[in-house]
């Protein structure tokens, strides 16, 4: 496989309900994102990684939890949502965690999260 | 408060004509832009970029032109395809790139009619 590889591809789960987003690169990248889509919304940065530490926490509330155990897996680990977090989950990653660097963000297809 | 602005969500152009796609942005420390399209059902793909130091920057069909007194940069397609249909979304960069991501505009559906 190739590129930037999400799993699954959609969830529905209840607010008492514990589970986690994958993401995996193939793209020999070191920086890896977590962005929410909600509709009608910008796309918003959740989290950054950097060297598989994590460099920026746009202030996303603690039900959130991101795992990164190498450059190549980003995992998002969720746990008591509320609805309003029903949105398309998209990683990302990126060479030198830089914009504009050669390739930029290359994104997966998302998980659409539904929480009920 | 956003600070990358698209105020279309959506844009309907005949095929072959010339699509225009608009993006504002309040941050002067920007200096780093990107077009993304976007189909349903797939993550965005990055489409053409600009840097500040340039006004204009083409890629086949493709053309950004970016005014920096004025805060804004438009995406030309010329001339226009159906496959063109899609979600742009406009996006932006600080100084050097930097490991904080890209911040997004709220992306304009563009329709392209047979």
């Known amino acids: 496989e190739t590129g930037v590889t999400q799993t699954p591809r959609h969830l529905v789960m209840g607010m008492t309900n514990k589970k986690s987003l994958k993401c995996e690169q193939h793209l020999g990248h070191n920086a890896m994102y977590w962005y929410k889509q909600s509709a009608k919304k910008p796309l918003e940065l959740m989290f950054v990684?950097?060297?598989?530490?994590?460099?920026e926490n746009n202030s996303v509330p603690s039900r959130f939890s991101p795992e990164c155990p190498n450059s190549s897996h980003l995992f998002l680990h969720l746990h008591t949502l509320q609805p309003e977090d029903s949105a398309l989950y998209l990683c990302?990653?990126?060479?030198?965690?830089?914009?504009?660097?050669?390739?930029?963000?290359?994104f997966g297809n998302g998980t659409r999260l539904t929480v009920t | 408060d956003q600070q990358v602005k698209q105020n279309s969500p959506s844009l309907s152009v005949q095929e072959g004509r010339i699509s225009i796609l608009n993006c504002d942005y309040t941050?002067?420390?920007?200096?780093?832009f990107l077009w993304y399209k976007k189909y349903p059902a797939e993550g965005p793909t990055f489409l053409i970029s600009?840097?500040?130091?340039?006004d204009k920057n083409e890629d086949g069909r493709f053309t950004v032109f970016l005014n920096k007194s004025a805060k804004h940069l438009s995406l030309h397609i010329v001339p226009s395809q159906p496959g063109d249909s899609a979600v742009y979304f406009c996006a932006a960069s600080g100084p050097g790139g930097g490991a904080d991501g890209l911040t997004f505009g709220k992306g304009t559906h563009l329709i392209i009619q047979p």
């Open positions: 990302a990653s990126s060479q030198d965690g830089r914009a504009n660097s050669i390739g930029t963000l290359h």
């Open positions: 600009i840097s500040s130091i340039k």
């Open positions: 990684y950097s060297l598989e530490e994590r460099v």
């Open positions: 941050n002067s420390m920007f200096d780093y």
